[in-house]
């Protein structure tokens, strides 16, 4: 069993310190999920974690199973078990996914034949894993897309920033049973970012945690979700776990 801690995260964007001490540990095959209001945080976590440099750690340490991935860079980080979808998954010209793949340390030996496998399995035609990465694909072929690369790279944890963003519902579908099945099949630990309670009918999760100005201030099991949505965020503003 594998371990994903973050501890005493503290990022600073544009000379503003958003995270203040983030904490969250999970476990393989866990499913754990984020929510918040706007400006809590929730991006800044994954944009943080994902290496991006507009994002500046202060404080704090994100391990896998004891290794420091804020010393990594973003390709080393994937290679040592973190796997990250951002909200808007960025064009890339020129690099198709097999390319993609291979940097990250997928194996070449039969690769394209295990892409055009995975791409079945989402639902997702084949001839756009041979255009180069997201360039002029719907937001539902780049969420599909990405399920493709998590289940050849089969990561230890996969990070998912707003996964559900503009999905359809056949779409999200799809996306969330690919998780599911990534939990049982290698033991994925899956930590999902949403605004939405649509994502956790498809994708029950272990553990949820509410983010206020920068920290988890509650977590509790899929029950927390309804109160949520009866009484949304205020309460939980300016607490303290």
């Known amino acids: 069993m594998s371990t994903l801690n973050i501890a005493g995260l503290r990022v600073e964007v544009a000379g503003k310190e958003v995270l203040k001490g983030f904490d969250l540990t ?4 866990e499913v754990h999920v984020i929510m918040g209001p706007n400006g809590s945080g929730k991006s800044t ?10 994002y500046r750690v ?3 340490s994100v391990t896998i199973d004891g290794v420091e991935l804020l010393d990594l860079s973003p390709t080393e980080r994937t290679r040592h078990g973190l796997f990250l979808a951002l909200q808007h998954p960025m064009e890339v010209p020129g690099v198709r996914p097999r390319d993609l793949l291979v940097a990250a340390g997928a194996s070449p030996e039969g690769l394209t034949e295990r892409m055009t496998l995975e791409a079945q399995r989402v639902e997702l035609r084949p001839e756009v894993l041979e255009r180069f990465v997201n360039v ?3 937001g539902g072929e780049r969420k599909r897309a990405e399920m493709v690369q998590l ?4 990561p230890k944890f ?7 963003s503009g999905l359809d519902v056949d779409a999200l ?4 049973r690919r998780l599911r099945e990534a939990t049982a099949q290698w033991n994925c630990g899956v930590l999902a970012i949403t605004h939405f309670r649509r994502l956790l009918n498809e994708l029950i999760p272990t553990k949820i945690h509410v983010v206020s100005e920068g920290r988890v201030v509650a977590t509790g099991g899929p029950e927390l979700a309804e109160v949520l949505e009866k009484d949304g965020y205020e309460p939980f503003r300016g607490a303290t776990t």
């Open 26 to 29: 999970m476990a393989s095959g």
């Open 45 to 54: 976590l994954a944009h943080a974690i994902a290496g991006h440099p507009g």
């Open 58 to 60: 202060l404080a704090g």
């Open 136 to 138: 002029d694909l719907s």
């Open 151 to 154: 289940a050849i790279l089969q």
């Open 158 to 164: 996969a990070m998912l920033d707003e996964i559900d």
């Open 173 to 176: 579908g799809a996306v969330a």
